[in-house]
């Protein structure tokens, strides 16, 4: 029990504001310290932990992917594909909320970056919204959950994370989260479309001067070179041609040459690139080592065999632990980051998903959906806040949450029927 009071302790201090990495080192220190039978002598394995994390060629490609996200909206790649959309869609009641629903996929598809993406958005797309007579509320959400969709569609940073912490393939978790990813996209252009037919003054269709034949024209040429790196990527991926790391430093070139030939990245931008690249690394990797020091403890203390003896011994229903696991991850995802829950909660549940004879490929899936709803949810949704930090004084709080509502539904929808209807997530892949 010693392990469970560890466990709401760290939460306890997440939920207080404190640095993450620094809680969970501390909360380990302390709980090794204070009880005698684990003691401080159990930290010395941390050193060699650490060794093997930073050797571990899966998790070499967050940075690369990252690093590649950054380049592209370095390089206005992202924004002359959002302008070329919004053009596109725009004579279709909805056409402007659909086009960033279209972007979203895409930039998600070849970046993987939330943060990047909702900022992006929101200050190009959400000014033109409004100056449209677009609902603020439709304009906000629609924004923030396109802005997620990086979280579900690989190569995502979430997917890369996950399938290092359950052992699984990240060619394999990336094929079975591709057709969820589409379907919740799918899903997001109907509930838009549904939204501009009943109101009809509150997402208007946008008529432009300009021949729609130029449009087109315009349209193909902005989406084409992003859409060439993502086949690039991903097909390496899904054929076994390249490895998730090598198909990552290929798109980083790939993101580089494209701007070097549409002559909108320079040295500055490739060095602020790198640099909020550094940050954001060294972010994930200064969690993810003090992640392993609570795991050490935690794991030392019984946390995970009493764990796995409740759900496969004392209860033994799958689905139960489904519930309970979906539930417990949609609720800490109010409060705390993916990251944490990616590197503290899954390793707990994953020997019971073993235990128990679940698809932990099936059940990657599932919380990756579940935490991509994490990032919209208010109060404290990160989507949310990176919205609201961008639009300034645009859109409120209340249209924010007003307007993330309808998604997040949307999003709980495809998690259950990725639950009743495995094959959606399996179909391809075995």
Avoid at 98 to 116: C, D, E, K, W, Y
Avoid at 131 to 139: A, P, V
Avoid at 252 to 269: D, N, R, S, T
Avoid at 407 to 417: A, E, K, Y
Wanted: net charge neutral; with cysteine; glycine share 8%.
């Amino acid at each position: 029990m010693i392990a469970l009071v560890m466990f709401f302790v760290s939460l306890a201090f997440l939920m207080l504001g404190f640095p993450v990495a620094f809680v969970f080192g501390s909360v380990a220190f302390l709980f090794s310290f204070l009880v005698p039978d684990v003691g401080v002598g159990i930290l010395g394995l941390l050193p060699f932990r650490m060794y093997g994390i930073m050797g571990n060629v899966t998790l070499m490609s967050v940075p690369l992917f990252i690093l590649m996200g950054l380049i592209l909206e370095k390089s206005d790649i992202a924004k002359d594909l959002l302008e070329s959309m919004g053009k596109l869609f725009g004579p279709v009641r909805g056409g402007l909320a659909v086009s960033v629903v279209v972007v979203g996929a895409v930039l998600a598809a070849s970046t993987g970056i939330v943060g990047a993406s909702v900022v992006m958005m929101s200050a190009i797309a959400l000014p033109l919204m409004i100056e449209h007579n677009y609902s603020k509320s439709l304009s906000a959400g629609t924004i923030a959950a396109s802005g997620t969709l990086g979280q579900i569609i690989p190569p995502s940073i979430v997917l890369i994370i996950l399938a290092d912490q359950m052992a699984l393939s990240v060619g394999d978790l990336f094929k079975a989260a591709l057709v969820p990813g589409l379907f919740l996209v799918l899903l997001y252009i109907v509930y838009i479309l549904i939204f501009a037919w009943r109101n009809p003054t509150r997402a208007p269709a946008i008529h432009n001067s300009e021949p729609y034949k130029d449009i087109v024209k315009g349209s193909l040429k902005a989406i084409i070179a992003p859409l060439l790196l993502m086949i690039i990527i991903l097909g390496s991926i899904f054929k076994g041609i390249a490895s998730p790391t090598e198909s990552a430093a290929v798109g980083v070139m790939g993101a580089f040459l494209l701007g070097l030939l549409q002559k909108k990245i320079a040295l500055k931008e490739l060095f602020e690139a790198s640099k909020e690249t550094v940050k954001l690394t060294g972010m994930i990797f200064m969690i993810l080592f003090g992640a392993t020091a609570f795991s050490l403890v935690f794991n030392e203390l019984g946390g995970t065999h009493l764990i796995t003896e409740f759900f496969s011994e004392d209860i033994g229903s799958v689905s139960f632990f489904i519930f309970i696991a979906m539930l417990a991850i949609f609720i800490l995802g109010f409060f705390i980051d993916f990251i944490e829950i990616a590197f503290i909660v899954v390793p707990i549940l994953v020997p019971v998903v073993h235990k128990l004879g679940i698809d932990p490929l099936w059940f990657a899936v599932l919380i990756a959906m579940n935490l991509q709803a994490s990032f919209l949810t208010p109060p404290f949704g990160f989507a949310l806040f990176f919205l609201k930090g961008a639009a300034g004084r645009l859109v409120s709080t209340l249209d924010i949450y007003k307007g993330v509502i309808p998604f997040i539904l949307i999003q709980l929808f495809v998690l259950v029927c990725v639950i009743f209807f495995p094959i959606l997530a399996l179909g391809w892949v075995k």
